[in-house]
């Protein structure tokens, strides 16, 4: 008897993996100067706790943890948004690399936004 194959859904644990690599990437090329270093401190943190977050929550145990790490990946999702702009502003050249990575932030947060309005 053969295995039915399901549709292959897209997996947002491996986007926001995908996203996290992206901006560890963008940072790698990045020249080491007081302003980088610091915004680069920043843009990790942030991008790094969307798919920590994201996985916290679909490993919750109630709806309102669930709604609780939803809300905190929303909201470091804009906060790396933020943040890729601030490092676009240190360094010009960057606008090509920059620019499908903000775009990038800017979907999941509405993704996590859509999650918690389906989710109430």
């Not at 897209?10 to 993996?17: M, N």
């Not at 690599?21 to 401190?41: F, Q, S």
């Not at 109630?62 to 990946?73: T, V």
Request: hydrophobic residues 40%; charged residues 30%.
């Amino acid at each position: 008897m053969t295995e039915i194959q399901k549709p292959k859904q897209y997996d947002l644990e491996e986007r926001t993996l995908r996203f996290f690599k992206n901006i560890i990437g963008l940072c790698k090329k990045l020249p080491r100067d007081t302003v980088n270093i610091e915004l680069i401190k920043q843009l990790i943190r942030a991008t790094g706790s969307v798919g920590a977050n994201y996985r916290e929550a679909n490993e919750s145990i109630s709806k309102k943890d669930l709604n609780f790490r939803i809300r905190i990946s929303r909201k470091e999702a804009k906060k790396s948004h933020y943040w890729l702009q601030a490092l676009l502003e240190a360094n010009l050249v960057l606008k090509t690399e920059t620019d499908p990575l903000v775009k990038e932030s800017l979907e999941l947060a509405r993704i996590f936004s859509s999650i918690m309005i389906k989710t109430k």
